[in-house]
């Protein structure tokens, strides 16, 4: 029961929960695109089971993640690819990205469907997971757990608030760039030469947090600036 009373249990918990509800749309969106040709009372099936089949596959993937992570090296190549990940979300290319998911023409291929396509495209959620889990089985399994009702109840619902307002999803790349942060932090190498040195620990998550923040913001404002330029 010791790691419930840890700031890190918590912390690691609070960041997979958000990672869940920023990137529960893609799953949501593979779902529905699958099982849009099957009958109504078969759809709800597809889509329960569906997640199921596809949540467990993620959780092996994860898992094999968790471990391959500790290969030297790897910790930092995945804090790298997970903040341009975050990056990617917050210009419109992540979470929001088009998909072609054939639609299911029965029960069986629906679930197949669901579970292979959700497989190939969960490689953010896989990743952003397992950098919040910092090595905790535990985690990855509460985390899983979790996302089982986002991705059954509640995409649809998350969808419209993060059209409603958008800043919401600002929160969700901050959080995966501060995962991004843990990670190139807990690589070795870069923790020996941390150690003992908080400003420097602080700067380099301000630069990962602030510099996929900052770059996202510049990136989507160039579009508007353009418009009032013509406009003018």
Same mark, same amino acid.
């Given at each position: 029961m010791e790691p419930f009373f840890t700031a890190d249990f918590w912390s690691g918990l609070a960041a997979?929960?958000?990672?869940?509800?920023? !990137?529960?749309?893609?799953?949501?969106?593979?779902?529905?695109? $699958?099982?849009?040709? !099957?009958?109504?009372?078969?759809?709800?099936?597809a889509v329960v089971w569906?997640? =199921?089949?596809? =949540?467990?596959v993620r959780s092996g993937l994860t898992l094999a993640v968790l471990w391959v992570l500790k290969v030297p090296g790897l910790m930092l190549a995945g804090g790298a690819l997970l903040a341009w990940i975050a990056y990617r979300l917050l210009v419109g290319n992540g979470g929001t990205s088009e998909h072609h998911v054939a639609e299911a023409a029965s029960f069986w291929s629906a679930l197949r469907t669901i579970v292979i396509a959700d497989a190939v495209m969960?490689?953010?959620? =896989? &990743? $952003?997971?397992?950098? $919040?889990?910092?090595?905790?089985?535990? &985690?990855?399994? &509460?985390?899983?757990? #979790?996302?089982i009702p986002i991705v059954v109840w509640?995409?649809?619902?998350?969808?419209?608030? #993060?059209?409603?307002?958008?800043?919401?999803?600002?929160?969700?790349?901050?959080? &995966?760039?501060?995962? $991004?942060?843990?990670?190139?932090?807990?690589?070795?190498? =870069?923790?020996?030469? !941390?150690?003992?040195?908080? !400003?420097?620990?602080?700067?380099?998550?301000?630069?990962? #947090?602030?510099g996929v923040l900052g770059l996202a913001w510049m990136r989507n404002g160039r579009p508007a600036a353009r418009a009032a330029r013509q406009s003018a």
């Open positions: 997979i929960v958000v990672i869940d509800l920023v !990137l529960a749309g893609d799953n949501a969106i593979v779902i529905a695109l $699958a099982a849009r040709g !099957l009958p109504r009372r078969h759809q709800r099936r569906g997640t =199921v089949g596809a =949540v467990l969960g490689l953010d959620n =896989v &990743l $952003a997971v397992a950098g $919040a889990a910092h090595g905790s089985m535990l &985690l990855v399994v &509460l985390g899983l757990l #979790i996302s509640g995409s649809t619902l998350i969808l419209k608030w #993060i059209e409603r307002f958008p800043s919401i999803l600002y929160v969700g790349g901050a959080v &995966l760039a501060w995962t $991004a942060a843990n990670m190139l932090a807990g690589e070795p190498f =870069v923790a020996t030469l !941390l150690a003992g040195r908080p !400003l420097a620990t602080g700067l380099l998550y301000l630069a990962v #947090i602030g």
